[in-house]
């Protein structure tokens, strides 16, 4: 059968999103960048408001989001792009605003930030990759690296009593009162897609309300950092991460009362 | 005639900024220079003009605000003394790198490290040179008047827009701290979202359909695509040096020996010429305003009929070696300083010029 045959509208069951650009993404296979990119896309989309939406990239893997991404963006220098994205909210307050950062970007060296913007309840949403390894820079040890897990930079495993303790930074936000909503998502499986978007369209329809940062974790994997196939990361995620990192909404708005 | 207003240096920064129709300032407290920020927050411009002004968690949040409020097409601006813009460099270079208008103020006071908080112009190598990493020059202006402090404000940004750079107005602590009446000038309307994208069609506003996605960035990984951009740059600032000089010429027209020199010392170096000139002896002042693009053509052309020329400046040695360039080694040049905060008198500056040219005192 030529593959002619087979290309037709009424086969077409997946298609690229209208807002990924026709270039290809950089990430490595199974990496759940892609997925979640796709995801942020699907939702301003549907939401449309792309005229509306202001990107900001940061430094780490996903440096070259405003590469596959068909919006206006603005790549950060590293870990500042909460402070970024408070000026352009600031400055056009009925703009929709999102970052889009690591671990290592958002939990390490934007730190001070991260949690300045989340306590002054910028009216942004924070996107935050969470695979536990600076993926860009080769494998090395992140804020979020697990104890014992081996990287790079800790080559026989975090050993906490030398290299600190990993750091649950989203449980931290969720008990400022600057953020609005704060959940943690995966995307490594179908049911987890479903779930993630809504939560990444639930964080960009709170930016409507002015009640302070969405921020959406989502814990991913990294094949190649980790040194393992994608199925395999995704079951050492499943394994490691998520009893370290659980899954679910973490802080949730309050109904306000009628 | 505008209005007159007695003034601090640094509240006239702030004043300049609210009638220049500026739409963001983001600042961090540090003296000599908290008085922007505090003008600001007391004369509240978000309810008049509708700028924002943000006390933000230091000066590496302050000027990455600055970053992403430029992207926008916005006036945008931060100010700081010497620690804290070495902590807003890496943002400065950014910015220079994706070729964004912004506005940064050096109210320089003494150092290095934490230093003290008096005057000196110890930062003059970092203002001119690039500061930051990577092949760069900030557009700089050197007050040497809180008249200038406020009116040095509208040509930075002016100049930042026309060449899509960063300007810096490298002040120090004496200017910002010193009274004195300014004009005032007319309110300035903060530019329409229409205006603004008009003006800068580069601006990350949200993609309209009717044009291409527009990106904010400094990465270019392919060395040859970032060769042409580091190029780019590097032909505004060979236009800027052909287009915006600025410089002041004091008594150079008949002079035999000048004193260059810039900001405060400027102003104390003004007095030495009155008592040189009180003595019968032939002595100007050159004063370079902008800092870069330097005044060199303009200081070669006055150089040519002199004997020599004494550079005062309140560091070890910094803008002599720019004076030293332009002269082209015709004249003797040489470099009197006072360090760490402590400022020249006239007298002690006369002294030096008599023992460096007219053979002692």
Known sequence: MDINEIIKPENLVYKKTKLFTEKPLSYCPGCGHGTTHRLILEVIEEMGIVSDTIGIAPVGCAVLAYEFMDIDMQQAAHGRAPALATAVKRLMPNKFVFTYQGDGDLAAIGTAETIHACNRGENIT?????????GMTGGQMAPTTLPGMKTSTSPFGRDVRIMGNPLKITELLANLPGTYYVTRQAVHTPNAVRKA?????????????????????????????WKMTPNDANKWMEENM????????????????? | MGDLKLMKGNEAVAEAAIRAGVDGYFGYPITPQSEVLEHLM??????????????????????????????CGRMVMTSSSSPGISLKQEGISYLAGSELPALIV?????????????????DYFQATKGGGHGDYRMYVLAPSSVQEMYDFVKIAFDKAFKYRNPSMILSDGAIGQMM????ISEQTPRRTPEEIEKQCPWATVGKPTNRQRNIITSLYLDPYVQEKHVLKIKAKYERMQKEDVL???????????????????????????DIARKQGIKLGLFRPITLFPFPSKELFEVSKHLKGALAVEL???????DVKLAVECKIPVYHFGRYGGVIHTPVEIFNEFKSKFLGGI
Do not use: H, W
């Not at chain 1, 978007?197 to 950092?225: D, H, M, P, T």
């Open chain 2, 106 to 122: 050096n109210v320089v006071r003494g150092g290095p490290g934490l230093g003290d908080i008096q005057p000196s112009q110890g």
């Open chain 1, 126 to 134: 924070m996107i935050f990759i969470n695979n536990g390894i600076y």
């Open chain 2, 247 to 273: 410089y002041e010429k004091i008594k150079c027209d008949d002079a035999e020996y000048i004193l260059v020199a810039y900001g405060s010392s400027a102003r104390i170096a003004q007095k030495t010429v």
């Open chain 2, 42 to 71: 007391a004369n509240k411009p978000y309810e008049t003009t509708g700028m924002v002004v943000l006390q933000a968690e230091s000066e590496v949040a302050a000027i990455n605000m600055v970053y992403g409020g430029a992207s």
């Open chain 1, 242 to 258: 998520f009893p370290f990192y659980p899954l679910g909404d973490i802080k949730v708005p309050q109904l306000e009362k009628a």
């Open chain 1, 197 to 225: 978007k809504k939560a990444i369209r639930n964080a960009f329809e709170y930016q409507k309300l002015n009640k302070g940062v969405s921020f959406v974790e989502v814990v991913s994997n990294c094949n190649s950092g």
């Open chain 2, 180 to 183: 004195e009446k300014v004009e």
């Open chain 2, 315 to 321: 560091s070890t040695g910094q803008m002599v070696e």
